[in-house]
């Protein structure tokens, strides 16, 4: 996620955001884009609007089955927003997911709304309309970095494509699947002599295996110890992932 501490979302236009059309070629456009400048965000949501589908409706009706998520859905609350608020996150008890992701984003000088920007620059894109599948798209767009909290990636290329993976089966995205792909092909050609590839796919079988994220009461989670909730939300910890050298997980993606 990058820095953009002025962000302020538009106004929210309401809008009928029917499932969008599947469109391949502007998706390997992308990624190839991606592949070649590791740090151009917007590609990344080129990649989700043009593979979306119908993965953001069924994601939130999946919401709307489940308890907790059926109570998010009512209250939709607009998590970048909870997640910029500094104050809250600094009244948040130590060791508790709230502060892990204060430290997170302080080491790394981000902001909340980053992704939010990047996620307008894409021309087609309806994620700020006033409609309950766009918060829930917002919803997903904003847990990226506490994603990365809880499942213990960093954001080095190699974190980032692992929480990517991660995703994949947490929410049915295609977009997911492709990025995720893409960097396990680029680093299988590497032949780093680690496991960066089947790092990739561990990240995959632990998105599988964890309790469904996108519906949790995440005010409540914040102020939850790290620890007790990745125990809660069967997340051991990435092995294969923390195996690599520091300096090669972020070799991946270097353009030549």
């Not at 992308?30 to 080129?46: G, M, S």
């Not at 620059?121 to 409609?131: F, G, L, Q, R, T």
Request: with cysteine.
């Amino acid at each position: 996620m990058i820095d953009d501490g002025a962000f302020r979302a538009p106004a929210r236009a309401a809008g009928r955001l029917q499932p969008r059309r599947v469109q391949p070629l502007r998706a390997l456009r992308a990624l190839r884009r991606l592949i070649a400048n590791k740090e151009d965000t917007t590609q990344v949501f080129e990649i989700m609007n043009a593979l979306a589908g119908s993965s953001v409706r069924r994601g939130y009706h999946k919401m709307l089955e489940q308890t907790e998520g059926s109570r998010q859905a009512f209250k939709m609350i607009e998590l970048a927003d909870r997640l910029h608020d500094r104050p809250w996150l600094e009244s948040l008890p130590q060791n508790s997911v709230g502060r892990a992701y204060l430290d997170f984003i302080d080491e790394r000088n981000l902001s909340a709304y980053g992704l939010a920007s990047e996620s307008q620059k894409v021309a087609d894109s309806e994620i700020e309309a006033a409609h309950p599948y766009a918060w829930y798209a917002r919803r997903l767009r904003d847990v990226h970095d506490l994603w990365h909290i809880l499942a213990g990636y960093r954001t080095d290329a190699l974190g980032e494509a692992c929480v990517v993976a991660f995703s994949l089966p947490q929410t049915r995205s295609a977009g997911f699947g492709l990025i995720a792909a893409g960097v396990a092909v680029e680093a299988a050609r590497a032949r780093t002599g680690h496991p960066c590839a089947r790092a990739i796919l561990q990240a995959w079988r632990r998105g599988r295996r964890a309790a469904w994220l996108p519906g949790l009461d995440y005010e409540a989670l914040m102020a939850e110890p790290l620890d007790q909730a990745r125990a809660r939300l069967g997340l051991a910890g990435p092995t294969l992932y923390d195996q690599i050298p520091v300096e090669l997980r972020n070799s991946l993606l270097v353009s030549s």
